[in-house]
Structure formats: structure tokens, C-alpha cells
């Protein structure tokens, strides 16, 4: 089956078109955050990527009790208030390399 030009041009604005159309509706959508007790909650990707460490390195921190953890359903989150004091805790006694 061969296309010319021109109908696939119709076909590839038409696409576009329907991309403008959902990304609209897009961005009318309310992002749907996790949360407990009307705190917001961060899954495991979510941490890995703000502070930009390796999934082991996040099980560091936490089989050292330094940032708490709940599982919900066999996945893990953390709290944004236990991240943040983490992350001030991390200020006050930053880790010296040798």
C-alpha cells in the first residue's frame, strides 16, 4: 500500500491536531498526588530522583533508620516532611570524603 505525499501530510496535520486537542484537556487534569493524613507522599523513584542516588543507596537510608518509610500495598513512600528533615538533617552534618 503506497501513500503520496500529499495525503500523508493530511494525515500527519490531522495527528498534530489531535496532539494539540488531548494536550489541552491535559492540562486542564489536576495532578493526583498520594497522601496520608493530607501529607503528600513520595514513592521510591520519586526520592531516587531529588536526590539523585541509586535505588541501593536509598536502601542505605533507610536499613539505617535515617529516613522513615511506609509500605502501602508492597510499595514503599516516604512522607515530603520526613524527606525535607532529611534533607536538613544531611545539611547540619554533611559527609566529609577522605
Known amino acids: 500500500m ?12 490531522r495527528i498534530m491536531t489531535r496532539f494539540d ?15 496520608i493524613d493530607g501529607e503528600e507522599l513520595l514513592d521510591s523513584q520519586d526520592v531516587m530522583a531529588l536526590f539523585k542516588i541509586s535505588p541501593r543507596s536509598l536502601q542505605r537510608y533507610r536499613s539505617d533508620g535515617r529516613l522513615p518509610y511506609y509500605t502501602i500495598s508492597g510499595k514503599l513512600y ?3 516532611s520526613d524527606v525535607n528533615q532529611f534533607i536538613r538533617e544531611c545539611f547540619k552534618h554533611p559527609v566529609r570524603k577522605k
Not at 6 to 11: A, G, K, P, R
Not at 21 to 35: N, W
Open 2 to 13: 503506497n501513500i503520496d505525499r500529499t495525503e500523508f501530510l493530511l494525515w500527519m496535520e
Open 21 to 35: 486537542h488531548l494536550s489541552e484537556h491535559i492540562k486542564d487534569l489536576p495532578i493526583k498526588t498520594q497522601t
Open 78 to 80: 516516604y512522607k515530603r
